[in-house]
Nanobody, 115 residues
């Protein structure tokens, strides 16, 4: 079984910062891509950012320069530093592990940006 645990969501005022963390463990090798998706109420789930095992990052155009993804291979974790938060960043954020054609999802963590 693949276990994915997310943390770091919460309430933040516009312009503030949050740091999401995701830990992956279980029956999985060391070569996999990790990333974050988000889904706002009534909207489709969208890609936020991904990072490969070698540290190559990809970002959605909407978050470039605002969010930063990183990983710690020794701890099997991926982080998403979210700066300059906007109201439209409000969503459920999901960690995903992509491993040999399969996606494994976390339960989601809620991020709410409100004044």
């Amino acid at each position: 079984q693949v276990h994915i645990v997310e943390s770091g969501g919460g309430l933040m005022q516009p312009g503030g910062s949050l740091r999401l963390s995701c830990a992956a463990s279980g029956s999985i090798g060391s070569i996999y891509t990790m990333g974050w998706y988000r889904q706002a109420p009534g909207k489709q789930r969208e890609l936020v950012a991904t990072i490969t095992s070698s540290g190559n990052n990809k970002y959605a155009e909407s978050v470039k320069g605002q969010f930063t993804i990183s990983r710690d291979n020794d701890k099997n974790t991926v982080n998403l530093q979210m700066n300059s938060l906007k109201l439209e960043d409000t969503a459920a954020y999901y960690c995903v592990v992509s491993y040999y054609g399969k996606n494994y999802w976390g339960q989601g963590t809620q991020v709410t940006v409100s004044s």
